[in-house]
């Protein structure tokens, strides 16, 4: 069994530009969920996709959007890249259906590290 | 907001002694998460506790869940070096997480 794989693991970025994050979820999880961890910070909540469609938003901009495919891998696109978007970022993968009591715990990749300069 | 809020923010102990945090919540749950998190990496989780559930062991961890009073606590008994690392709690599906608890055990 595989576990979550994010890549890349780190990318530098000028400010303005635009990147595309990438996860592989777990084998046989259908949900994935993206964060964004500032240095110091919790992870915030970007948004979750359940079978293809987005099932949940947090408080990012419309810049922040995202994709799962029908193997259940999933992109974080970023547009107009800002100083503050360099953070650590998240994907985690489940099996269940969101909002009726999942009972199982999330799968972390170990995350992409975006700089902004 | 089913975001979970860790306590303390910060708990510095010497090895094999025990270390308790805790978190509150605001809303009902189906279920609670602890997760712990190595220093820029992912997170990794440590354990489920049920809404009907009020204790939970998993090796040398344990956790309550008083959902009268919505919190959780989870206890590390016997804490090493290794258990350094940041500790946090989510609920429900969407699993929000708050600031955590930065723990540092010494040798």
């Known amino acids: 069994e595989t576990g979550v794989t994010q890549s890349p693991t780190h990318l530098i970025k000028t400010r303005g530009q635009q990147v595309t994050l990438r996860c592989s979820s777990q084998?046989?999880?259908?949900?994935v969920s993206w964060y964004q961890q500032a240095l110091g910070q919790g992870p915030q909540f970007i948004f979750q996709?359940?079978?293809?469609?987005?099932?949940g938003r947090g408080n990012f901009p419309p810049r922040f959007s995202g994709l799962q495919f029908p193997n259940y891998s999933s992109e974080l696109n970023v547009n107009a890249l800002e100083l503050d978007d360099s953070a650590l970022y998240l994907c985690?993968?489940?099996?269940?259906?969101?909002?009726?009591?999942?009972?199982?715990?999330?799968?972390f990749g170990s995350g992409t590290r975006l700089t902004v300069v | 907001s089913q975001q979970g809020e860790e306590d303390p923010q910060a708990l510095s102990i010497q090895e094999g002694e025990n270390a308790t945090m805790n978190c509150s919540y605001k809303?009902?749950?189906?279920?609670l998460q602890w997760y712990r998190q190595n220093s820029g990496r992912g997170l990794v989780h440590l354990i489920l506790i049920r809404s009907n559930e009020r204790e939970k062991h998993s090796g040398r961890l344990r956790v309550t869940l008083d959902t009268s009073k919505k919190s959780s606590s989870l206890l590390i008994t016997a804490s090493r070096a290794a258990d350094t690392a940041s500790y946090f709690c989510a609920t429900d599906a969407r699993v929000r997480f708050g600031a955590g608890t930065r723990l540092t055990v010494k040798p």
């Open positions: 985690a993968s489940s099996l269940g259906i969101p909002g009726q009591g999942m009972d199982y715990g999330y799968t």
């Open positions: 809303t009902s749950i189906n279920n």
């Open positions: 084998s046989g999880h259908n949900t």
């Open positions: 996709y359940y079978r293809e469609e987005e099932n």
